[in-house]
Structure formats: C-alpha cells, structure tokens
C-alpha cells in the first residue's frame, strides 16, 4: 500500500514537472517575435549566386536551402543563430539580435571557399629503386600490335559477323521484301527464281567466295 501510494505521489510530482516546463517553453516562445529572415547568398567575389545552401536553426529543428538565384526565405524567433553551410564553402553562422524593431531581415551573405591543403604523400611500393628497377625489367610486356593483328585477322571478322545481330538497315530491307513477296502472293504469280538472274548472280558469289563449303 505504501509502495503504490509512492509511486502515484511521485508519478504527479513528474507530471507537475512536465507540464510547468512546458507552459515556461510556450512563454518563452509567445514572447519572441517572429522574423521573417529572406536573402541573397553569392560566392567570394560577389558575382555569382550560390544555389542549394543549406540554411537551418540547429536548435530548432527547421530550415530550408537557397535556390537557383542563390535566393531564400524563412521565419525565425528573436535570438535565433542561423547556420550558413555548404560543400566545398566555409561554415558561416548568423545570429538574429535578441530585440528586432521590424519584422523582417534581409543580407546578403558572401560564402568563401573552404581550402584543406593536405601533405604531400610519395607512394612507392618498392622499398629501393634497385628494387623497382629489377620489377620493371622483369615485366612481360605484350606487343599490343600482335593483339591488334590477332583481332584483324579474317577469321575472327568472320566469327564476329556470324554472331553480330542484324543492323536497321537490314532489318528493314527483310521486311520490305516480305512485304513484296506478300503482295506479289496476293495480286500476281510469284516470279521462279530459277530464271531470276539477279538470283544466279548471287549464287555465282556464293561460290566463289566459299560459303559452299563444308566448315570444319
């Protein structure tokens, strides 16, 4: 019994708390006026406008970001410290006065460039250049000619123009034939090939450029 009437006791004390902490919070709040923050943001020369900054109050947990004319536009509290960031550009943090006159803001804020200089690194896989000599020496270097002639060669253009797909070009030439050969079945005889010298020229090339024969 005790222990319960402990815990109510002290679950009323926290929400007595709570609460009182929360109606300070909302004076404070009521009390600061609001100001309407807007702007222009341009790099360190002053002549172009930086776009995508990001423009936030950390302790509030609100913001926005600049847009394509480096332009931007957001309501703060009294008392508010507005950070500037971007990357590649030098943090900048502005803090708006604790007691405005008006109700509106407007800068026009210059971000430099932020420069990390780092030291120099000399890399070198090899504790000696006596070392690195003797790997050099010791490489074997392809002739790229011999892959170049190995690629040129007739056979390997054959083998690739047996499995390269057909182009447009002929695509489009196989179905206006099919289409003729369609129409000429619907509206007229159908030539014999056999009497086609055209057909008979390509025959003759046929032999002679070996597709006849036999492969391996």
Known sequence: MKNSLLISTAFVFLCGIFFSS????AQDVQEKKVIQLSGIILNADSTDAVAGVNIYVPTKGRGTSSGRFGYFSMPVLEGDSVIFSFIGLKKQTF?????????KISLILTMEVDEIALAEIEVMPYPTEEEFKQAVIALNVVDPMSISRANMSPEMLLRWAESMP????????????GQAIQNQDL??????RLLDPFA?????????RGDLKKKD
Request: hydrophobic share 30%.
């Open 187 to 192: 509206y007229g005889p159908r030539t014999l």
């Open 95 to 103: 803090k708006i006065p604790e007691t405005v006159e008006s109700d």
């Open 22 to 25: 929360l109606e300070v919070n």
């Open 166 to 177: 057909a182009s447009g070009n002929e695509n489009f030439r196989y179905f206006q034939q």
């Open 200 to 208: 008979w020229g390509q025959f003759i090339r046929s032999i002679k």
